[in-house]
């Protein structure tokens, strides 16, 4: 992490700190699988919101060509600065990581669904 992405997120820390309403806010990491099967990953408040805001493609650059099919792992965090941290450690991970993820969190969502 280089150091002037490291200094924003001190100083969004701190302005969490002062700001106790907002950090009631829950925040998501998302990631999206697109058609042509690449991984696009984010965070919002409002996942569903984001998600039609993709595949109308008027969100981000990287989907508007691509057209996201689905929402294939998302994560609950508490913070904005909690989710971008771990936004940036998942979009440094390697393919593989991203799909071994996104296979345990399909796991744990099918073990749920079965007790």
């Known amino acids: 992490m280089n150091n002037r992405y490291r200094k924003m997120l001190t100083g969004m820390r701190a302005k969490e700190k002062r700001s106790p309403k907002k950090r009631s806010e829950k925040w998501f ?23 039609k805001m993709h595949t109308e493609g008027k969100a981000a650059r990287y989907t ?11 994560e609950a965090c508490r913070t ?7 936004e940036s450690a998942v979009k440094a991970l390697p393919k ?17 669904a079965s007790t």
């Open 64 to 74: 508007r060509t691509r057209r996201p099919l689905e929402v294939v792992y998302q």
């Open 96 to 112: 593989q990581k991203k799909l071994a993820l996104i296979e345990q969190f399909n796991t744990k969502g099918r073990e749920r």
């Open 29 to 51: 990491l998302y990631m999206l699988k697109c058609n042509d099967l690449s991984l696009y990953t984010g965070i919002t408040k409002d996942l569903e919101r984001r998600f």
């Open 80 to 86: 904005r600065t909690e989710a971008l941290v771990r």
